[in-house]
Nanobody
């Protein structure tokens, strides 16, 4: 599975960005796609996840109500709409796939495939 993330950039606090992650190659009947982020000097952390089958979602408390994860089945693409951005959202954002698809796990160790990351910078 190849994952191509895009959509990062520089935005002022309070602004919005939409990240995209397109999946290609091997596909699975049921899997989870997740967004993670990693700021300098910090561990990679879960942001949001979506089960491809059924569309159930999960969010980190820090982004709940501001970020929305969604998918486009026809395009094999997952999106992360980020609104009301804060300087503390600044990080490299990664998309990832857990091909087990049983549950939206928050540990990055569970995920089997990773995209290359896209930088999001929020200025104050």
């Amino acid at each position: 599975v190849q994952l191509q993330a895009s959509g990062g950039g520089l935005v002022q606090a309070g602004g919005s960005l939409r990240l995209s992650c397109a999946a290609s190659g091997r596909t699975f009947s049921s899997y989870v796609m997740g967004w993670f982020r990693q700021a300098p000097g910090k561990e990679r952390e879960f942001v949001a996840g979506i089960r491809w089958s059924g569309g159930s979602t999960s969010y980190a408390d820090s982004v709940k109500g501001r970020f929305t994860i969604s998918r486009d089945n026809a395009k094999n693409t997952v999106y992360l709409q980020m609104n009301s951005l804060k300087p503390e959202d600044t990080a490299v954002y990664y998309c990832a796939v857990d091909h087990s698809g049983r549950y939206i796990y928050r540990s990055p160790n569970v995920y089997n495939y990773w995209g290359q990351g896209t930088q999001v910078t929020v200025s104050s």
